[in-house]
């Protein structure tokens, strides 16, 4: 291993690992050294640019913390969570369609009863959530693990507001008996990717925008099932033909109604407009 050349470093790294004794770690490696090293050739990559693009990464880690996952944002962006979520979720047609899980999910959100306000007092028109959950073969999935999460009406998870105490826009709820639940939530909009930090400058210097259409985020899990990790996103939106990380599938498109001021479907009386959602999620069998 001694005059490496551009031709030979590639077989010289994998001859390197040839000892590795996980089959898959060694697969992986070896992929994403071939990959890498292509990639540079192909480019003709720069030492200067080389340098430019480690201070990027090492800024994109600089940048995570508890509440910020800015190489999920990086990943999300340039495609990677999307296409790792198709390699790995397109078995049954009938089953709902997975997508990204993005960086503002919290483990362990108040846990909700049916009918119960998951805002926690964000700010948005009020929205009436009326779900099911089943499997392929239409049976119901009682007692399921729904996690919901959303921004409120000015774009924001709880998480970008430091000036909270408590949650907001999340929960986790049970589905009853027969697979319903119902609850109630803010009407989701568009809004931007955090853009501050080094994903926010990649974005502008290739003149991307870094808008998500609306969209409430959803985890079922229920014993048996494959858990689905998703999202239902709005009509109509002006980002769902070009969403900053690739996440909508037509599939994934619900029927939000928007309704004058009246009676809800829990039967209080709003004296502002409010809309109501309607979904089935269908889980694949595990
Ligand atoms: C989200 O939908 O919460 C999200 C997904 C990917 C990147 C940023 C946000
Ligand atoms: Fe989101």
Redesign the pocket.
Same mark, same amino acid.
């Given at each position: 291993m001694r005059n490496i050349n551009e031709d030979t470093i590639t077989t010289a790294v994998l001859e390197s690992i040839a000892g590795c004794d996980n089959p898959r770690l060694k697969e992986v490696m070896s992929a994403l050294v071939r990959h890498l090293h292509d990639f540079a050739r192909e480019v003709k990559l720069t030492e200067a640019e080389w340098m430019e693009g480690i201070q990027f990464l090492t800024a994109t880690g600089q940048k995570c913390d508890e509440k910020r996952q800015e190489f999920?944002?990086l990943s999300?962006?340039l495609g990677l969570?999307m296409l790792t979520v198709a390699l790995n979720h397109s078995k049954s047609p009938q089953a709902t369609e997975a997508t990204?899980?993005?960086?503002?999910h919290v483990h362990g959100a108040p846990q909700l009863e049916q009918g119960d306000d998951m805002s926690g007092g964000a700010v948005g028109e009020p929205l009436f959530v009326q779900a099911t959950v089943r499997g392929i073969g239409g049976e119901a999935v009682p007692h399921a693990d729904v996690d919901v999460w959303e $921004?409120d009406a000015d774009g924001f998870?709880d998480v970008q507001r430091p000036e909270l105490t408590g949650p907001q826009g999340r929960a986790v709820f049970k589905t009853d008996g027969e697979g319903r639940l119902n609850f109630k939530a803010v009407l989701p909009v568009a809004y931007p990717?955090?853009t501050d930090g080094p994903v926010g400058r990649m974005l502008a210097a290739v003149k991307r925008h870094p808008w998500?259409p609306a969209?409430v985020?959803f985890i079922v899990k229920a014993p048996g099932y494959e858990t689905l990790i998703t999202?239902v996103f709005v009509d109509g939106d002006t980002y769902l033909d070009s969403d $900053?990380?690739f996440?909508v599938r037509n599939s994934l498109i619900g029927n939000y109604v928007r309704h004058a001021p009246g009676t809800a479907p829990d039967g209080s009386v709003q004296a502002t407009a409010f809309h109501t959602l309607d979904f089935g999620f269908v889980l694949e069998p595990a």
């Open positions: 999920i944002l999300d962006t969570s990204v899980f993005g960086p503002f $921004a998870y990717i955090p998500r969209h985020h999202h $900053a990380v996440g």
